[in-house]
């Protein structure tokens, strides 16, 4: 006889008894509340028509998480990214066996009670009235889909998944009249859709059809009554019954849900006996999420591609939005990325530089006219383990880049002058350009003028002593003679300098202006990356038009709509005849400069060449008319000084922009131009200087470069002792990201210096 509460109240089981006499009264009937022995208590309160006709019944399902595939320019997949491995599939492509053993072992009466059981509640209540506890639970799978539903909306947050998963009278009674909106708004074969979609599988898998490929790597349609079986088994406990883990008790709960298919008449009793005699037979396909299984190197690429959706306004007004749509998935994402220059730029980083290298390499390949980014790789690949990284040197740091970028050297020499030629400098321009000099007494700024005012004065040389003027434009280009441009950027001053790289896009590596001083604004002594020295050299090959990068081509959602993605915006930044006079200048470079190493065969093309103080950095940065690619080399942390190194299993004596960058640019564009059309420059006719035999001309083939610091001194150094007078100049330790307090990144870098 049930025991009456001290006081003369109702027993536990009258009173439940009487809530859901209360619940009936108002049009419906409470189930899936497994209740114990003392939790019936707190029900008065809530225990009345009034109560549960006061909870919301507005139900908003939220669009289930999937994954996303990553797409290159011709539809191949390079990565799938998901919060949750999820692929959505109608009941028709459900094993008919799948529904019936989820049914069977979740919920027998499944097609003849409504939203609730009350057979099935009384049966748990009186069960767990006799043990004291919450030993049976009658939840109808419309109750667990609502939950389900709960965990889905409340995504990774901790807080609201603990709220969605909470066991409070209050919840269990939300559910259950959410669990009546939903019968009567989709109905059994949606629901059952819907649950099979949402559910938990183990093993990473929401979802059967993630399920089925990651148990058995087959569709959902396909499973057989053994597998269904053991699927519809895991779904109590995940993790206790996960096969791959715990054979014997994955085995034994399939073994229960066949029996209990049986027993409700699904299968009949021999063919579920076969079923159990069956061995488990996995065939595990390993979850493959996120950029690092990307194909062809493109591991980097993918990442920016994640960073220009979470960051760019046009994906959602703030992060917060982005973010979710992101993390929701589902999406296609078609991209810019050009599959044969993907592969090529990979092939000639593999030829080389190796990955367990002192110094990397990263190249970057971008259309002129379109802003589409073709190619990105890196000879670090992307991960956390040895000699590898998830810092992309190509890009900026609010893209997942470095820090600061990586001083470009001379490869900036072509700014200051194509800032002379708009300005009105004709190509024929001399200079007296000596073997050294001091800086300057004052150049002229946006602002308040730059002064030398170093005792003794800052101080600049070129490489070789050989090289002393006069020079005209064309040569100096060609040699990259430092003091012919110092001498320029006297004359122009720094603010049309400033403009010109404005207009390019040219910004430092953690996104600010550059600084108007004349290392930075002549010698590159400023840290860029190679997408942003792709793009603007891109300009010259587009006649004067710069246009922004790109990555995105389109997106579309797992309903078949379309998103708005980031277009590319292009204007003009010098005119037509200053990019061909440019063009004309650095043809030259690679014809009889510095850049020799890297021409390329039977096509138009032009680059600079680039080498920073104490041969830590070394560029070539070049372009044809269709296609434009920067290459930088050296160590991310700038610890190391390239000479009497070995690279890709070459040993260099010293590193030169032309020597070791420009080889690798030349085999990364031939195979990414490789059966594309090659259209010629518009060139200007610049005549040659008269000749000066007095003066010596020539110098060794590729070293040219005018690499600032020649004989270990930094121009713009004064003598030993002396200040650095140019921000940028000394590259702190902390290059390629993170902070100076010592705070870094959980991964390996592969010996460089984390950040």
Not at 116 to 132: F, P, Y
Not at 144 to 173: H, L, S
Not at 618 to 623: N, Q, R
């Amino acid at each position: 006889m049930p025991k009456k509460r001290s006081g003369g109240g109702l027993s536990t089981t009258q009173q439940a008894a009487k809530f859901l006499g209360v619940a009936a009264l108002s049009g419906v009937v409470l189930a899936g509340i497994a209740l114990p022995a003392a939790g019936a208590l707190g029900l008065a309160t809530k225990g009345t028509v009034e109560g549960f006709d006061e909870i919301p019944a507005n139900l908003k399902t939220p669009p289930l998480s999937q994954r996303t595939t990553i797409l290159d320019s011709k539809g191949g997949t390079i990565a799938s990214v998901y919060s949750r491995d999820r692929t959505v599939v109608p009941l028709k492509d459900i094993s008919p066996y799948m529904q019936q053993a989820i049914v069977a072992i979740e919920d027998a009466r499944f097609y003849e009670h409504g939203a609730v059981d009350l057979k099935g509640i009384l049966r748990a209540l009186n069960r767990n009235v006799q043990t004291g506890g919450t030993a049976e639970g009658a939840s109808t799978l419309t109750q667990q889909y609502v939950k389900n539903v709960f965990v889905e909306e409340a995504g990774d947050d901790p807080d609201k998944v603990a709220q969605a998963t909470q066991q409070t009278m209050g919840r269990k009674v939300q559910e259950l009249k959410y669990a009546i909106q939903v019968e009567e708004e989709l109905g059994k074969k949606k629901i059952l859709e819907n649950y099979l979609n949402i559910t938990f599988f183990g093993q990473q898998a929401y979802g059967v059809e993630a399920a089925a490929q990651r148990y058995f790597s087959k569709s959902a349609k396909d499973l057989t009554l053994a597998e269904s079986a053991l699927l519809a088994g895991v779904v109590q406990s995940p993790s206790r019954y996960d096969p791959v883990n715990d054979t014997a008790e994955a085995t034994k709960r399939r073994n229960t849900v066949l029996q209990r298919m049986a027993d409700v008449g699904n299968v009949s009793q021999a063919a579920a006996d076969k079923a159990k005699a069956t061995p488990i037979k996995l065939k595990v396909k390993k979850p493959k999420n996120g950029c690092i299984t990307a194909v062809s190197g493109a591991g980097f690429f993918c990442d920016y591609v994640r960073h220009v959706f979470l960051t760019d306004p046009v994906f959602g007004e703030t992060k917060e939005d982005r973010a979710k749509i992101w993390n929701r998935g589902g999406l296609t994402i078609r991209t810019t990325l050009d599959p044969q220059s993907q592969q090529s730029v990979q092939g000639s980083i593999k030829n080389h530089v190796y990955k367990s290298d002192r110094v990397a390499t990263a190249v970057t390949l971008v259309q002129p006219g379109t802003g589409k980014i073709m190619g990105m790789g890196q000879s670090k690949p992307y991960g956390f383990g040895n000699n590898e990284t998830q810092y992309n040197y190509s890009v900026n740091k609010a893209m997942g880049g470095s820090n600061y970028g990586f001083p470009t050297g001379s490869t900036f020499k072509p700014f200051l002058a194509a800032a002379a030629i708009e300005g009105g400098k004709p190509a024929t321009q001399v200079y007296p350009s000596p073997y050294e000099m001091d800086y300057p007494d004052t150049v002229r700024s946006c602002g308040k003028p730059w002064v030398n005012d170093g005792v003794p004065k800052y101080h600049l040389e070129n490489e070789s002593e050989t090289e002393k003027g006069p020079y005209a434009l064309k040569e100096a280009m060609e040699k990259s003679v430092n003091t012919y441009f110092v001498q320029m950027l006297q004359d122009i001053g720094m603010c049309p300098v400033s403009q010109m790289t404005d207009k390019l896009g040219v910004v430092q590596g953690d996104g600010s202006k550059l600084p108007q001083n004349p290392s930075t604004l002549t010698l590159g002594s400023n840290g860029l990356s190679p997408l942003t020295m792709a793009s603007a050299y891109a300009t010259f090959a587009n006649r004067g038009t710069y246009c922004t990068p790109i990555a995105i081509e389109s997106v579309n959602k797992a309903d078949g709509s379309s998103l708005p993605v980031p277009k590319t915006s292009c204007s003009q930044a010098m005119s037509q005849t200053t990019a061909d006079t440019i063009n004309t200048l650095l043809r030259g470079v690679v014809d009889s400069g510095t850049g020799q190493e890297a021409g390329l065969q039977s096509r138009d093309n032009a680059g600079k060449t680039g080498t920073t103080d104490a041969r830590k950095n070394a560029w070539f940065v070049g372009y044809t008319p269709n296609m434009s690619g920067a290459v930088w080399v050296g160590s991310p942390s700038q610890s190391v000084e390239m000479e009497r190194i070995t690279i890709g299993g070459v040993y260099q004596d010293k590193v030169y922009g032309g020597q070791v960058p420009g080889p690798i640019w030349r085999d990364a564009m031939t195979g990414a131009l490789n059966g594309v059309a090659a259209p010629p420059f518009n060139t200007v006719n610049i005549p040659d200087p008269p000749k000066n035999d007095d003066r010596e001309r020539g110098r060794d083939r590729g070293r040219d470069e005018g690499r600032h610091g020649a004989g270990g001194k930094k121009p713009g150094d004064k003598k030993p002792g002396g200040k650095n007078p140019f921000p940028g100049m000394s590259i702190p330790p902390d290059l390629i990201g993170g902070n100076t307090g010592g705070g870094h990144r959980s991964q390996t870098n592969g010996g460089t210096q984390g950040p």
